[in-house]
């Protein structure tokens, strides 16, 4: 470049003509609420993209409500997965999520809900130990196991204010070259302070696949 060119260039910079950030965001946004006012926003980076910003918005304005998972944490999560589940109020919203990075060999979904109280939304964790399925294999061909992970995802909201969720293992057998998946349903119900404790447990469903 000229001397003449380079002044150009150095002053289109400085005016925010040009950008020499690597790293443009890319931004998602989904899975409005019911009464069109809320949405899920998802941030990424192209120099980090295994460390996404995922936020409860303001649909119109885009003003952050709640951050639910932040671009510097040191976490890295697949945000592909990432769903939201609203009350049909829109008052209350579960989050699930994949906890591991994109192209990990064993699933860890997870899960937590959010409560409006009035100006924003409040963060509510689920309990630790929740249900998991117990697979089922045919006779013979359950002793030497590989596990592909699971978790649970939230599924809907129910006319008593509990969230039903599903929680699903999954293995391959060794013995027999298939995998199996155990699925099972159960509620979540919540008190007046949004205290969450599991309240109906189904039985196990195992689907079996080549």
């Not at 990424?44 to 952050?64: A, F, M, Y």
């Not at 699903?168 to 699925?183: C, H, I, L, P, Q």
Request: net charge negative; hydrophobic share 35%.
């Amino acid at each position: 470049m000229t001397r003449i060119t380079l002044a150009v260039f150095a002053g289109l910079v400085a005016c925010g003509l040009i950008c020499l950030c690597p790293s443009v965001a890319a931004e998602e946004i989904k899975y409005p609420s019911p009464d069109g006012r809320f949405a899920l926003r998802i941030t990424q980076t192209k120099d980090n993209e295994d460390q996404p910003t995922v936020e409860l918005i303001e649909k119109d304005s885009g003003k952050v409500m709640l951050t639910l998972h932040d671009g510097s944490d040191t976490e890295v999560f697949d945000a592909s997965d990432s769903v939201l589940v609203w009350s049909p109020d829109s008052k209350r919203v579960a989050y699930g999520f994949r906890a591991n990075p994109p192209g990990a060999r064993v699933e860890e979904r997870s899960a937590l809900v959010c409560f409006w109280n009035g100006s924003g939304f409040d963060k509510v964790f689920l309990p630790e130990n929740l249900p998991v399925p117990e697979i089922k294999f045919p006779k013979g061909k359950g002793g030497n196991p590989k596990p592909y992970g699971g978790g649970v995802t939230p599924v809907k909201w129910l006319k008593s204010g509990d969230l039903e969720m599903s929680s699903e293992d999954m293995m391959f057998s060794r013995d027999d070259n298939k995998s199996y998946t155990g699925v099972l349903r159960f509620t979540i119900a919540f008190d007046a302070q949004h205290h969450p404790s599991v309240k109906n447990v189904g039985k196990t469903k195992t689907e079996v696949s080549e």
